[in-house]
């Protein structure tokens, strides 16, 4: 009984390692900066597939699917 529950426990443990969770979030955008994401397809980062602006007064608009492969940029509001 105590062998099955703790191979139960390595399984489960197991999947948690090969199973992570989704994409990666994009970093926080710092105060007094504008940002802008863009996201791929793929790592030739050839496809758009999704977007995000986040502007000098804390507005964001987000369109598309999240990926880990990703450009961010950061420039400073004038």
Do not use: H
Request: proline content about 4%.
């Amino acid at each position: 009984m105590i062998r099955r529950a703790l191979i139960a426990a390595a399984l489960a443990a197991t999947a948690l390692v090969a199973f992570p969770a989704g994409p990666a979030q994009a970093r926080a955008c710092a105060l007094g900066y504008q940002c802008v994401t863009t996201y791929y397809s793929d790592n030739t980062a050839t496809q758009v597939v999704g977007g995000r602006f986040e502007g000098c007064d804390g507005s964001y608009d987000e369109w598309g699917v999240r990926t880990v492969y990703k450009d961010w940029t950061e420039t400073p509001c004038s």
